[in-house]
């Protein structure tokens, strides 16, 4: 297991992370997202050691991170940002990092290349973006760590490339409990396959829960009332994050159990009336503008 424990880091007078506190369980796909500056590059490279926190402290399974090679050897970090030694051919990249992680297997390095694509005699410089995240990936994969941070994982790589790395990911979990913990600004990639999120907001913390969850304590309402008296009696005292009404359409984004929402809004006898699935995309939405991060903020009326 990751912890997190009260997090704070800043840049001369940016504060890039604030009182951040997070548990990562083994086993599961941790997603990190939040709001541009939130802090999410900055938690990656703290977890991996690469640099140290102002306060606070990052333990795997009860042991510190920071200037520890010892439990390093568990962690590989793929940087949005990847770094090659120069020159440097995947081949020789595998030679590499053989030498850092006693698990890394060479082997299964250049056979995955191949089913990529990959020429692994090819010098890294000459290959596009995309193929340079999957090279990082594959090394990632192929080094046996227990936990792989993955900062914008998916930037840059083709639909059919996507899927082949989630089915990787997927696999490793299977055969050998890795641990995948991935910030990205992709929502809907990390829908497909997050168990558990973690959204940040400012360098805070906003939320952290299991996806499903999630999605059960929030609800999306479409509705028509007959009359305003009707729909004052269904909103009393519901925890309501956007509304948006449009003649008499009337679209709700509330926090609360969906029985609740619905004997709530009997109370109303609402003309029609259905509950919508959320994506994480407007869960993200309806939670920072909650604490001030408005997209009508940014349009000139």
């Known amino acids: 297991m990751i912890e997190l424990l009260e997090l704070y880091k800043s840049f001369d007078d940016i504060k ?16 990190l997202v939040g709001t541009n500056g939130a802090g999410k590059s900055t938690i990656l490279r703290i977890i991996a050691g690469v640099i140290k926190p102002d306060k606070g402290i990052v333990c795997i399974d009860n042991r510190p991170v920071y200037d520890n090679p010892e439990v390093k050897k568990d962690i590989f970090f793929i940087s949005d940002d990847q770094y090659f030694l120069p020159n440097s051919t995947p081949e ?11 698990k890394f297997d060479k082997l299964r390095f250049f056979k995955l290349c191949s ?35 993955c900062d914008e994982t998916f930037d840059g790589l083709d639909p059919v490339v996507r899927q082949g790395v989630k089915s990787l990911f997927a696999a490793e979990m299977a055969d050998r409990g890795l641990t995948p913990v ?6 809907r990639e990390l829908e497909d396959i997050c168990d558990h999120i973690g959204l940040l907001h400012q360098g805070g ?26 729909e004052e009696r269904a909103l ?13 359409l009337h679209t709700i984004t509330m926090r609360g159990e969906r029985e609740e929402i619905e004997a709530a809004f009997k109370r109303g006898n609402p ?23 408005d997209i009508r903020k940014f349009i000139l009326e």
Do not use: W
């Open 16 to 31: 890039a992370v604030n009182h951040v506190s997070l548990s990562i369980r083994d086993g599961e796909v941790f997603g």
């Open 92 to 102: 020789e990249m595998a030679d590499y990092y053989e030498e850092i992680y006693d």
């Open 115 to 149: 089913g990529f694509g990959l020429d692994i005699k090819r010098k890294i410089s000459t290959f596009s973006k995309g193929m340079k995240k999957q090279v990082s990936i594959l090394l990632g994969i192929c080094s046996g760590t227990k936990f792989l941070l």
């Open 182 to 187: 991935i910030a990205s600004h992709n929502l």
């Open 205 to 230: 913390v906003i939320l952290s829960e299991d996806l499903s969850d999630m999605k059960l304590k929030m609800q999306k309402v479409q509705c028509v009332f007959a009359g305003d008296g009707d």
């Open 236 to 248: 009393e005292g519901l925890d309501i994050l956007l509304h948006d009404k449009r003649g008499r």
């Open 271 to 293: 003309v029609f009336f259905e509950v919508l699935p959320l994506s994480l995309e407007e869960i993200f939405i309806s939670e920072t503008e909650v604490v001030g991060y």
